[in-house]
């Protein structure tokens, strides 16, 4: 059993940054591709980002590209998402997920095997 536990949320002005953090325990961290998925009420899991087990290959879905980062560390087995130039729409509660194996990058939630509990970003305006 793996256990993900995220961080950093929070409440911020559009066009600041807020960087998420989590952290994984119960497993080899370094088998598995990581994602990052947002969710607003009434609206579908969306992947905003996601990274291999490897940490060389990664998503980005369009409405973040150029303003999100995700990686992965797994001597600390943690996986970060480092967002900037903040908008509202960016407003949502911000899951990271687990895919166990040697798979290449992940955009589906249904393929990931584990899930933090979400943690709310609010972006004002």
């Known amino acids: 059993q793996v256990q993900l536990v995220e961080s950093g949320g929070g409440l911020v002005q559009a066009g600041g940054s807020l960087s998420l953090s989590c952290a994984a325990s119960g497993r080899t961290f370094s088998n598995f591709g990581m994602g990052w998925f947002r969710q607003t009420p009434g609206k579908e899991r969306e992947c905003v980002a996601a990274i291999d087990f490897s940490g060389s290959r990664t998503y980005y879905a369009d409405s973040v590209k150029g303003r999100f980062t995700i990686s992965k560390n797994n001597a600390k087995n943690t996986a970060n998402l480092q967002m900037n130039s903040l908008k509202p729409e960016d407003t949502a509660v911000y899951y990271c997920?687990?895919?166990?194996?040697?798979?290449?990058?992940?955009?589906?939630?249904?393929?990931?095997?584990?899930w933090g509990q979400g943690t709310q970003v609010t972006v004002s305006s």
């Open positions: 997920a687990a895919r166990a194996g040697w798979f290449g990058v992940s955009v589906k939630w249904d393929e990931y095997d584990y």
